[in-house]
């Protein structure tokens, strides 16, 4: 199979020697040569690659193009539906054009939003030299999936007007809560609000600050260079055959490794390019963004700016850009714009700082149910491995040695119940996930590798001994990934644990792999071309021992809970294209015959709980809330019904924090996060925690049930 590739390769090279001469003319920056060979490389290298194997056709093609229009214009703020009528003509050519060689639709693409950007910023001058009415009742469509392009330059004009107003709105309302504090600071007295007539000064200065920005703004969109344009179709069509597959172009080691993790040095989140936004996918633990408490998964960073300084609008910026506004100096204040997925619109300050790498590591304590009983609790908040070994003599840490530790701390308390915290564990070492669960499992396979060739590889726990033998809950949410999903189905599959949560958990299945096309180039002729980028390609998939696929469905709780996420659309099942779930043969070798839970017996207790507590019915009714405004993306775009929507979410939020429901309950009146609250006092107001507890109470109760079968 190998050498097979290999002739391809070769046969494909040789076919471009011609043109890759003629590319010697080009400008640096762009080399025509250069893209030629990549459309190749991808061509021939994803369907190989890739653990599906998808057929480059005209449905892939489909799907690339469907990707490349998304993060040409995201908020469909630019192109009129002429342009899209233009551009379909490539829609089920790209992978014919593919295999010859060539990539046509990202210059035409690259032309028409060209010339649209010189006709917006004509608009915007317009519009804003022309002013906004703040009480005139308006309506802006937050959700461009429900927006159509626009039909010609007179629809085009009001979407900007509406869209323009809105940052209009936000920036005077800002600039008003800004000066209130300022006064109030000062001992003054104020009936400055944003009720009251509108303040001229203050408007005007709104006015010219979104003037200021949006110029900013579209002068960024016209720096995009025509290689910017040809990367982001690569990399579209990388994505069409999985969300986790992507072109990446040659940049610095800083810039890969912000692509690969999009780690953030200052605020600690993991950020992702989305459809043309910069959307969080996981808070680091210890991080200044978790101190904080606010910033979410899934949450869209719209805007970013130091302190009090003007916000940068980086709605379509590459990452490493918009990585460049949000990193700084520790100490400092940076303030991020975000829109939640529910549509409401939070100022999230964030001093930056490093990551407290104590934070990051297995926590545990000991705690009492009813009954008066210790039971242990265990938080691991990723699957940790320092594989670079120890520093200054001192040993590596890795989660199975700290997971074991704490274990054997909790076991000196005499513990009669264990609770395993695995709630927004993105993952990490996959062999770490196979050795925790061998600390409560006596031996046997663990999880299921399938290469794309279809090979299936069994990992085991090979150590029969026992570091924990007690009864068992497992708590995970949507954000339950990965190598934490592993560990979660494998108890549950066993029956070695109760595992409770929401609806399911992430549903990250898959493996990727780094392929430097760089190494694909065999003949030195072609070596001037040696700067290709790579492929993250996703190559194998993981499967529970019961035959079922980690992927796409997650892992289903035995006991499903409300939970404030319950309206995230978050997950492989809501990315496009993602792999399905299947299933391979069974190999459980015996179910666990120790002490468990009864699973009916502690649904039916859990029911009762959750019928009876307080804290359930705020979550549920929270929940619903946030489900109602995420549907609701036609949103008021006039002073008075702006202010509304802020009052009504600014109650919300406060009633939720009162409940306990929300993380920045010690942040003062700024956002900015006051003591931290110890892990008891965080888990003395946690719900599920509670449920938990109740649930040991029972078992201890009724002793018949620590034997009884599940």
């Known amino acids: 199979m190998r050498l097979f590739r ?3 390769l070769l046969l494909c090279l040789a076919f471009l020697s011609q043109s890759l001469v003629q590319a010697k003319v080009m400008p640096v920056g762009f080399e025509a040569g250069r893209n030629r060979l990549i459309c190749y490389m991808l061509s021939h290298q994803l369907p190989v690659q890739h653990f599906e194997h998808k057929p480059l056709d005209d449905s892939l093609s489909r799907a690339a193009y469907d990707l490349y229009l998304r993060q040409l214009d995201p908020r469909k703020r630019f192109l009129l539906q002429a342009d899209i009528d233009e551009l379909n003509f490539f829609q089920t050519r790209i992978d014919d054009e593919l295999s010859q060689g060539k990539a046509l639709l990202p210059d035409a693409g690259r032309q028409i939003l060209a010339t649209r950007i010189v006709q ?3 608009i915007v001058k317009q519009l804003l030299d022309a002013g906004f009415d703040p009480n005139r009742k308006d309506f802006l469509e937050t959700d461009p999936k429900k927006l159509t392009y626009a039909a010609n330059e007179t629809e085009l004009k009001d979407r900007w007007r509406r869209s323009l107003k809105m940052e209009v709105l936000d920036s005077y309302l800002a600039a008003i809560e800004k000066k209130r504090k300022e006064l109030a600071k000062a001992g003054k007295t104020t009936r400055l609000n944003g009720a009251g007539p509108v303040n001229k000064e203050l408007w005007h200065n709104a006015l010219d600050k979104v003037r200021k920005r949006t110029s900013n703004y579209l002068h960024r969109l016209q720096q995009l260079t025509r290689q910017e344009h040809y990367n982001r179709f690569f990399d579209a069509v990388a994505r069409a055959f999985g969300p986790h597959t992507n072109y990446m172009a040659p940049t610095s080691k800083e810039d890969f490794d912000i692509h690969m993790s999009g780690s953030l040095e200052g605020i600690g ?6 459809d043309g936004h910069i959307k969080v996918v996981r808070i680091i633990p210890g991080s200044a963004a978790e101190a904080q408490g606010q910033l979410q998964a899934e949450d869209t960073i719209m805007a970013v700016s130091e302190a009090d300084s003007d916000p940068v609008d980086i709605s379509d910026m590459r990452i490493r850009e918009a990585v460049s506004y949000i990193r700084g100096p520790k100490g400092t204040e940076v303030r991020l714009t975000i829109l939640r997925p529910d549509g409401s619109r939070l ?5 930056r700082d490093v990551v407290k790498i104590e934070e990051t590591y297995v926590k545990s304590t000991v705690l009492k149910d009813d009954t008066g009983n210790a039971i242990g609790y265990i938080k691991i908040p990723g699957f940790y491995r320092d594989f670079s070994g120890g520093r200054d003599g001192e040993k590596s840490r890795n989660v199975t040695d700290d997971t074991r530790s704490e274990l054997y701390k909790l076991k000196q308390k005499h513990i009669k119940g264990l609770i395993l915290d695995l709630r927004n564990n993105g993952g990490g070492s996959l062999s770490d996930a196979v050795d925790v669960s061998g600390l409560f499992l006596a031996g046997g396979p663990v999880v299921q590798v399938k290469n794309s060739q279809g090979a299936i590889r069994v990992l085991e726990d090979v150590d029969p001994h026992l570091a924990y033998d007690g009864p068992m809950i497992v708590l995970v949410n949507q954000f339950s990934a990965s190598a934490s999903e592993i560990l979660a189905a494998a108890l549950q599959d066993y029956g070695r644990a109760l595992v409770i949560g929401g609806a399911h958990t992430h549903g990250k299945g898959t493996v990727q792999a780094l392929m430097d096309l760089n190494r694909y180039l065999p003949l030195l002729q072609f070596k001037k071309y040696d700067d290709l980028g790579a492929l993250k390609v996703t190559i194998q998939k993981f499967y529970r021992v019961n035959g079922g696929s980690t992927q796409y469905k997650g892992v289903i709780p035995d006991i499903v809970l409300p939970s404030m996420l319950d309206y995230l659309k978050t997950g492989e099942q809501y990315m496009d294209y993602s792999l399905p779930w299947d299933q391979v043969q069974s190999v459980i070798t015996g179910h666990w015959q120790g002490a468990h839970f009864d699973t009916n017996r502690a649904l039916e207790q859990s029911k009762k709980f959750v019928t009876e507590s307080t804290q359930f019915a705020k979550i549920a009714e929270e929940s619903l809330k946030a489900k109602k405004r995420s549907k ?23 009633e939720a924090k009162a409940a306990g429901l929300l993380n920045d309950s010690e942040n003062d009146e700024e956002g900015k996060p006051g003591k931290k609250k110890s892990l008891n006092e965080q888990l003395a ?3 599920y925690v509670h449920l938990t507890l109740y649930l040991f109470s029972d078992l201890a109760k009724d002793t018949g049930n620590a034997s009884g079968s599940k």
């Not at 989140?269 to 989305?274: G, T, V």
């Open 685 to 687: 107001v946690d719900p």
């Open 632 to 654: 609701e993306t036609l949103v008021a775009d006039f002073l008075t019904g702006v202010l509304k929507e802020r009052q009504e979410l600014e109650q919300e939020r406060k």
């Open 269 to 274: 989140a993991l950020l992702r390019e989305d």
């Open 120 to 122: 917006v910023q004509k």
């Open 6 to 8: 290999y002739i391809i």
């Open 347 to 351: 100022i999230i300050p964030i001093v």
